[in-house]
Each structure stands twice: as structure tokens, then as C-alpha cells.
């Protein structure tokens, strides 16, 4: 059954799979990319007309969707959908929600005979003038309270001491520190950035406090979204192991050079060492 905002089912296109961004992803991914990106459309249908996609949903995704598809492999789908313009880049990197034009379009065509449909001017990308039924949500609306409208008093704002002046450093720096802070309470991000390079989560955990003194080292105050901040983690900490790789190999090179002429002048000893 649907939800009170979802639909039971969306109209597909018959050349769905030869759009150049299906293709690409069926390329990148083979046929799981697809069907992933077919499985992506009916959770978002099946929601409303967006989605919102972090950690649990890409890890409760991927538990749905079968044995052979992990959590890794839908998170690098949904990256590749988002860059390829499948999802609204914009949207996403800003809010963490996935929706497109093409969704909103159906979406609303569908449900243009329900009596009221409520829907955020923050994840809208089509115009809805002409859905009587559509009602926009204003960004952090809030609503008087009783008090307030029945005295007919206005709420009074907080005066310049009440409210200890923050300076433009210190906001700087609280907002790389919160980034930080949602990298480390991003278990399943954590335990795939692991894998990938090989490491114990304490070791991540250590390279990220590296990775936030480097930031503010080069004087960077935060990322775009959170995730331009796991990416740039990412080729930050590929390069840190390669160049830590290429230390090692150089300090492996010169103890086997000074063992190898250790043991020539051993032999060389042993050899004068008898008589003739």
C-alpha cells in the first residue's frame, strides 16, 4: 500500500536502459548498477518525491536488495547517478536527498488529484503553479505560539549582550570541528574507508584527527557538504600511505644494502682468515 505522500507505481520509460546514464552506470557497475538505480526510483516513489539517503538508508538499501549487493557498491552507484545527473547534484550535496526534475514531474502529475499535497521549496526543482493542490513549505517555518498570538505581544529578540558576540575564526573553526564530528559518527562510511585501504577503524579514526590539523593548516575553513569533506578525506589519506609506502620501501632498500655489505665484509674476514 502507499504512504499518504508516496504513489503505488510511476509510468517508465521504454528506452529507460539506453539513456547515456544508464549505459554509463550499466558500464561502470554491470547490471547491478541499473538495478540498483530501478530500485533507487521505486523507494523514492514510493516515499513521495524524495529521498533521504545517508548511512542507515544506504545500509538498509543494500540489506533489501540481495546477498550480492553491499552497502559499498550502492553508496559508488549513487555517487555515480549523482554526477552523472540521474539525481539533482545540487540537492544532494546540500541536503543529502536524492530527487531529479523527472521524478518531481511524474510525481506531481500523479498525485494532481489528491486534495492537498505538501511539498519543501528547498528540494523543488519544477514549477507547481499550476497543481492547485500543491502546498509549498517554507524553509524553517515556524508557527506562533499561543501565547504570543492571543496577548498579541511580539516576541522580543535577544539583545547584543544577551547574545556573547562569536568571532568569524571561531565559526571557522566550529564548522571544520562538526564536519570532523560527522565523519567519526559515520559508522558504515568508517568501516568502508577500512576496507579500502587496509586499516583498523582506530587507525581511520587517527588518520581524521591528522586530517583536520592538515585542513586547518592550509587554512581550510570547511567543505561544501559533507560529502566533498569524505572524498577530500579520501585522496588526502591515499596520498598520506603512498608517500608513507615510498619511506618504507626506501628504509627496506637501505637495510638490505647494509645487511648485503655486512655480510660481503664477513665473508671477505672468514676467507683471510685461513691459511694458505
Known amino acids: 500500500m502507499a504512504t499518504n505522500t508516496g504513489i503505488e507505481y510511476y509510468p517508465m520509460n521504454v528506452d529507460f536502459f539506453d539513456d547515456d546514464k544508464i549505459a554509463l552506470i550499466e558500464g561502470e557497475f554491470g547490471v547491478k548498477g541499473s538495478v540498483i538505480a530501478i530500485r533507487l526510483l521505486c523507494k523514492i516513489y514510493r516515499e513521495g518525491y524524495y529521498y533521504q539517503w545517508g548511512n542507515d538508508e544506504c545500509l538498509l538499501f543494500a540489506r533489501k536488495s540481495g546477498a550480492d549487493i553491499v552497502p559499498n557498491t550502492v553508496q559508488e552507484v549513487v555517487n555515480g547517478l549523482v554526477r552523472r545527473s540521474?539525481?539533482?547534484?545540487?540537492?544532494f550535496d546540500q541536503f543529502g536527498v536524492l530527487t531529479s526534475r523527472g521524478i518531481q514531474q511524474r510525481y506531481f502529475e500523479a498525485v494532481k488529484r489528491r486534495q492537498k499535497v505538501e511539498v519543501r521549496r528547498e528540494f523543488l526543482l519544477v514549477?507547481?503553479?499550476?497543481y492547485g493542490n500543491v502546498q509549498i513549505i517554507e524553509p524553517n517555518a515556524t508557527v506562533p505560539t499561543a501565547s504570543a498570538?492571543?496577548?498579541?505581544?511580539?516576541?522580543?529578540?535577544?539583545?547584543?549582550?544577551?547574545?556573547?558576540?562569536v568571532?568569524?575564526?571561531g565559526k571557522e573553526e566550529d564548522a571544520l570541528a562538526a564536519e570532523?564530528?560527522?565523519?567519526?559518527?559515520?559508522p558504515l562510511w568508517l568501516e568502508n574507508v577500512a576496507m579500502r585501504f587496509k586499516l583498523s577503524i582506530e587507525q581511520v579514526d587517527q588518520r581524521i584527527s591528522d586530517f583536520m590539523i592538515d585542513c586547518r593548516s592550509r587554512g581550510t575553513e570547511k567543505h561544501e557538504s559533507i560529502?566533498?569533506?569524505?572524498?577530500h578525506f579520501n585522496d588526502w589519506?591515499?596520498?598520506q600511505l603512498n608517500v608513507?609506502?615510498?619511506?618504507?620501501?626506501?628504509?627496506?632498500?637501505k637495510t638490505s644494502d647494509k645487511r648485503r655489505a655486512t655480510k660481503d665484509i664477513a665473508a671477505t674476514t672468514e676467507d683471510f682468515s685461513t691459511s694458505f
Do not use: H, W, Y
Request: glycine share 4%; charged share 30%.
Open 86 to 91: 540521474f539525481f539533482d547534484k545540487r540537492v
Open 127 to 130: 514549477d507547481v503553479s499550476k
Open 149 to 165: 498570538t492571543e496577548t498579541g505581544v511580539k516576541p522580543t529578540k535577544p539583545s547584543k549582550a544577551e547574545c556573547p558576540a
Open 167 to 169: 568571532s568569524q575564526q
Open 180 to 186: 570532523i564530528q560527522q565523519l567519526r559518527s559515520s
Open 227 to 231: 560529502q566533498e569533506a569524505k572524498r
Open 237 to 239: 589519506l591515499r596520498i
Open 244 to 253: 608513507q609506502n615510498q619511506v618504507n620501501n626506501g628504509n627496506d632498500r
